[in-house]
């Protein structure tokens, strides 16, 4: 079974920041399309942030400025830097990661258990 393991949520106030983590397992990891999406409370799921198989990024408007995705190759690990956090941040917040298509969006058939962030 593939685990993704998210960590570094929690409650944040108003302005404060969080960076959330999330260790895949190396073959995951490899020369694959990885992402950060969100659940907000009573609300869709939507995208945050995602990086292509080159390190490309993209990012939604609402992440614009604020949200960073990176990633440490030695650790497998996929990070999410947020600034500047907003109560409408408030989710449950997932990574995900699957192969990377030539084109359109990958099908994001891995997903870890997600971890809470609460902007108060």
């Known amino acids: 079974q593939v685990q993704l393991v998210e960590s570094g949520g929690g409650p944040v106030l108003t302005g404060g920041s969080l960076r959330l983590s999330c260790a895949l397992p190396?073959?995951?990891?490899?020369?694959?399309?990885m992402g950060w999406f969100r659940r907000p409370p009573g609300k869709e799921r939507e995208r945050v942030a995602t990086?292509?198989?080159?390190?490309?990024?993209t990012y939604a408007d609402f992440a614009k400025g604020r949200f960073t995705i990176s990633q440490d190759n030695a650790k497998n690990t996929l990070y999410l830097q947020m600034n500047s956090l907003k109560p409408e941040d408030t989710a449950m917040y997932y990574c995900?990661?699957?192969?990377?298509?030539?084109?359109?969006?990958?099908?994001?058939?891995?997903w870890g258990q997600g971890t809470q962030v609460t902007v108060s």
């Open positions: 190396e073959d995951l990891y490899r020369s694959n399309c």
């Open positions: 990086v292509d198989r080159n390190g490309i990024a």
């Open positions: 995900a990661a699957d192969s990377c298509p030539d084109s359109g969006d990958p099908e994001w058939s891995y």
